[in-house]
Structures are given as structure tokens and as C-alpha cells.
């Protein structure tokens, strides 16, 4: 594809650039809609499109190492892209996916994302009927209900909304939905503590039309009992390798603030002290059991091996919790320094925390890992 960045220093060179407006966009909550813009321009976007759809159908250890170099200067953006490339995936792989809007979405160069959270419902990787409902038109479907956390929603051009249908049998699914459709609200609400300029805002569909084929894929609610390996594995992995880029931008973030800061009573750098080189140490040893787990699945899944959702989850928990571990680690190494807001540290604190709470939690993924050993 023509000006599709490498994957590699290149992309670090695009982290950078977006490392200059992370804190303010942070501070203001503000989407970086800029960036997308750029990573549009380097063909980026489109990376896990099928070639069919003018794609490159990349695997999960290329997407995985662009979501990683980019979280080192944007979690917020990377977090929006995992979600693209992810989807993209997911429905080139898709048989229920009509070609034609497959091929549509991939070459429109615009975002798209599952909403599937709700305020009642939680996320559905726990169980339970959406509120959403899909009614049955003369020309389709119309769309009424109330999703949160959706991520990357002021950018958007595609929604994919999970909802229930108002038939006798009820079926459930996504629903494709364009975000410029009369009935579609953003409601921003999205103030919390880390990711801040994603953009996970309400998103609101009040008597929203859609065509009859934009029913993507929608089945007796029964048969969405086990989720689709593809899409464990992306998703785990993607947000694995997400995290592990915050924590590599905490780690070089301390590194040199050890390097510079020279306290008069020493009269020597910070770097020269023991304590702290065994400190770096440390981690250095978490960021490496992660690149390595990481590397080690992805290669398996392009390679053609199946990997088990006990063990995509066990990943992303390892993942996730050695990466809020390395960050915690830099903030007790530099005290005042990495908790001031004229600093990135404090910033990567605020967002690696939000590990936690993408799917699987860390509760989830132990107790389904745990039942598998005992055999309950």
C-alpha cells in the first residue's frame, strides 16, 4: 500500500509526535482526532483489512507491536486503533459480514468500533441481554438504546452496535450502524481518571434506521455462549501489548530522570547508585517477561496455533498487572517528581491503572483458569 509506514522506528517517530500534545489533550479530555489523521495518512488505519478491501491483512504480531510503539506516546490513541484493527479483523474473518459493506468499511479510511457496554448490563463478557433493542422496519431495523465506555466515539464513522431484536425469539448481535445516522447522540460523559482523551463517551440511538443487511450478525442469544477465539486472542493481546507501552514509556521516562538528576550530597547521578540500578533492574525483568509472553502467543497465532482462551486471558492479566507494577515501581524510585502533573509519569500512573478493567478482569480470568485445573 502506498505510503504504509514500516513497522518500526517509524512508528515510534509517529509515538513521539503524539507524545508532544498527550498531557494537554489529557488534561482537556480532548480526542486526538490529529492523530488519527496521521496514522490515516500512513496507511495505518487499514492495516488488518483484507487485501480484497485494500488492506495488507496484517497478523496479531505486527498490530500488536504498532498498538505498543504507539501507547508509548498516546495510550488514548492506541487504545482507538487496537479497537480498529481489531475490528477490521474480525470482520474479514466473518462470513456473515455482507461483502460489500466489509469492503465499504475497510476503504472508507474511517473508524469503527463495537458498543456494547450498558448501564445496566455491565459488559456482556459476564452474561445477559442488552437493553438495546433492534425493531423490525418496512425497509430494516431501527435502533433504540443507551451505550457506555464507548470508546473512540467522537471519531467514529462506524458503530457496531450489540443489541437484542423484538421478535418472538429473541436474537442478539451487532448491528451496523453508521455514526452520522439521524437519532445518533454522543453524550459526553466520559471524566475519568486515565485514558482521558479517548473519547469513551455515552452514545445514545433513538429510533436509529438501518438498512435490513446491516444485521451483521445476529443469532439466538443461546449460541453466543463461547466467544470467538480470533477475537479473544486480538483482544487480549492487543491490550496486553497497549499496557506494555505505557509501562516502557514510565521506564525510559525514569531512566532518564536517573541519569540527569544529580543531588549536591552525592555529587554523582542517580544512575550511579545501587539501589537504583538494581531498582531498574526490576524492572527491566517485568518488561521483559511481557515482550516475551507477547511475543511468544502472537508468534504461535499467525503461526496457525490455536491458543485458549484460559491462556489469552492469563496473558493479558500477567501483562496487565506487571505493567501497573513497573510504573508503581518508577513513581516510588523518583517520589514528588513522577507524581507532579509538569511530569509524564504521573500520567502513565493514571492510565496503566485502567488495565484492569478491559475484559477479562483479573477475578474472571483466574476464577475461569482455576475451574479449567480443577476440573470443576
Not at 538528576?261 to 531498582?279: C, D, F, I, V
Given at each position: 500500500m502506498d505510503g504504509l509506514l514500516s513497522i518500526g522506528s517509524e512508528t515510534l517517530n509517529l509515538a513521539s509526535e503524539f507524545a508532544k500534545t498527550a498531557a494537554e489533550n489529557d488534561r482537556e479530555a480532548r480526542f486526538p482526532t490529529a492523530n488519527f489523521d496521521r496514522l490515516r495518512e500512513a496507511g495505518l488505519l487499514s492495516l488488518t483489512a483484507a487485501r480484497a478491501d485494500g488492506g495488507e491483512d496484517a497478523g496479531l504480531t505486527r498490530a500488536v507491536k504498532l498498538v505498543g510503539d504507539i501507547a508509548q506516546g498516546c495510550p488514548s490513541t492506541a487504545l482507538v486503533l487496537a479497537m480498529?484493527?481489531?475490528?477490521?479483523?474480525?470482520?474479514?474473518?466473518?462470513?456473515?459480514?455482507?461483502?460489500?459493506?466489509?469492503?465499504?468499511?475497510a476503504r472508507s479510511g474511517g473508524?469503527?468500533?463495537?458498543?456494547?457496554?450498558?448501564?445496566?448490563?455491565?459488559?456482556?463478557?459476564?452474561?445477559?441481554?442488552?437493553?438495546?433493542?433492534?425493531?423490525?422496519?418496512?425497509?430494516?431495523?431501527?435502533?433504540?438504546?443507551?451505550?457506555i465506555y464507548s470508546t473512540g466515539a467522537p471519531g467514529l464513522t462506524w458503530m457496531l452496535v450489540w443489541a437484542r431484536t423484538e421478535e418472538e425469539t429473541?436474537?442478539?448481535?451487532?448491528?451496523?450502524?453508521?455514526?452520522?445516522?439521524?437519532?445518533?447522540?454522543?453524550?459526553?460523559t466520559w471524566d475519568q481518571l486515565g485514558l482521558r482523551a479517548s473519547g469513551s463517551h455515552d452514545v445514545l440511538?433513538?429510533?436509529?434506521?438501518v438498512p435490513a443487511d446491516h444485521a451483521l450478525d445476529i443469532r439466538p442469544h443461546a449460541e453466543w455462549g463461547a466467544r470467538d477465539p480470533l477475537q479473544v486472542a486480538w483482544n487480549t493481546l492487543t491490550?496486553?501489548?497497549?499496557?506494555?507501552?505505557?509501562?516502557?514509556?514510565?521506564?525510559?521516562?525514569?531512566?532518564?530522570?536517573?541519569?540527569?538528576?544529580?543531588?549536591?550530597?552525592?555529587?554523582?547521578?542517580?544512575?550511579?547508585?545501587?539501589?537504583?540500578?538494581?531498582?531498574?533492574?526490576?524492572?527491566?525483568?517485568?518488561?521483559?517477561?511481557?515482550?516475551?509472553l507477547i511475543a511468544s502467543a502472537t508468534a504461535d497465532h499467525d503461526a496457525g496455533q490455536a491458543l485458549s482462551t484460559d491462556e489469552c486471558n492469563l496473558i493479558k492479566t500477567v501483562a496487565a498487572e506487571n505493567a501497573i507494577d513497573v510504573v508503581q515501581r518508577a513513581v516510588e524510585r523518583t517520589g514528588n517528581h513522577g507524581l507532579a502533573r509538569s511530569n509524564p509519569l504521573e500520567r502513565h500512573l493514571r492510565d496503566v491503572l485502567c488495565a484492569r478493567v478491559h475484559?477479562?478482569?483479573p477475578d474472571a480470568a483466574h476464577l475461569a483458569a482455576g475451574r479449567a485445573a480443577l476440573g470443576q
Amino acid at each position: 500500500m502506498d505510503g504504509l509506514l514500516s513497522i518500526g522506528s517509524e512508528t515510534l517517530n509517529l509515538a513521539s509526535e503524539f507524545a508532544k500534545t498527550a498531557a494537554e489533550n489529557d488534561r482537556e479530555a480532548r480526542f486526538p482526532t490529529a492523530n488519527f489523521d496521521r496514522l490515516r495518512e500512513a496507511g495505518l488505519l487499514s492495516l488488518t483489512a483484507a487485501r480484497a478491501d485494500g488492506g495488507e491483512d496484517a497478523g496479531l504480531t505486527r498490530a500488536v507491536k504498532l498498538v505498543g510503539d504507539i501507547a508509548q506516546g498516546c495510550p488514548s490513541t492506541a487504545l482507538v486503533l487496537a479497537m480498529q484493527l481489531i475490528q477490521l479483523k474480525i470482520g474479514a474473518a466473518n462470513p456473515n459480514w455482507p461483502t460489500h459493506l466489509r469492503a465499504r468499511i475497510a476503504r472508507s479510511g474511517g473508524l469503527i468500533n463495537a458498543l456494547r457496554v450498558e448501564p445496566a448490563l455491565g459488559t456482556p463478557a459476564r452474561g445477559g441481554l442488552p437493553e438495546t433493542t433492534a425493531r423490525r422496519t418496512e425497509h430494516g431495523w431501527s435502533i433504540t438504546g443507551r451505550k457506555i465506555y464507548s470508546t473512540g466515539a467522537p471519531g467514529l464513522t462506524w458503530m457496531l452496535v450489540w443489541a437484542r431484536t423484538e421478535e418472538e425469539t429473541v436474537r442478539t448481535g451487532m448491528f451496523l450502524v453508521p455514526a452520522s445516522s439521524r437519532g445518533v447522540q454522543i453524550v459526553e460523559t466520559w471524566d475519568q481518571l486515565g485514558l482521558r482523551a479517548s473519547g469513551s463517551h455515552d452514545v445514545l440511538f433513538t429510533d436509529v434506521a438501518v438498512p435490513a443487511d446491516h444485521a451483521l450478525d445476529i443469532r439466538p442469544h443461546a449460541e453466543w455462549g463461547a466467544r470467538d477465539p480470533l477475537q479473544v486472542a486480538w483482544n487480549t493481546l492487543t491490550i496486553a501489548a497497549l499496557y506494555t507501552g505505557v509501562a516502557t514509556a514510565a521506564r525510559n521516562w525514569l531512566v532518564q530522570f536517573l541519569r540527569d538528576r544529580t543531588p549536591t550530597n552525592l555529587g554523582a547521578p542517580l544512575a550511579a547508585l545501587p539501589r537504583m540500578q538494581e531498582a531498574v533492574g526490576e524492572i527491566e525483568a517485568l518488561l521483559t517477561t511481557n515482550r516475551r509472553l507477547i511475543a511468544s502467543a502472537t508468534a504461535d497465532h499467525d503461526a496457525g496455533q490455536a491458543l485458549s482462551t484460559d491462556e489469552c486471558n492469563l496473558i493479558k492479566t500477567v501483562a496487565a498487572e506487571n505493567a501497573i507494577d513497573v510504573v508503581q515501581r518508577a513513581v516510588e524510585r523518583t517520589g514528588n517528581h513522577g507524581l507532579a502533573r509538569s511530569n509524564p509519569l504521573e500520567r502513565h500512573l493514571r492510565d496503566v491503572l485502567c488495565a484492569r478493567v478491559h475484559t477479562p478482569q483479573p477475578d474472571a480470568a483466574h476464577l475461569a483458569a482455576g475451574r479449567a485445573a480443577l476440573g470443576q
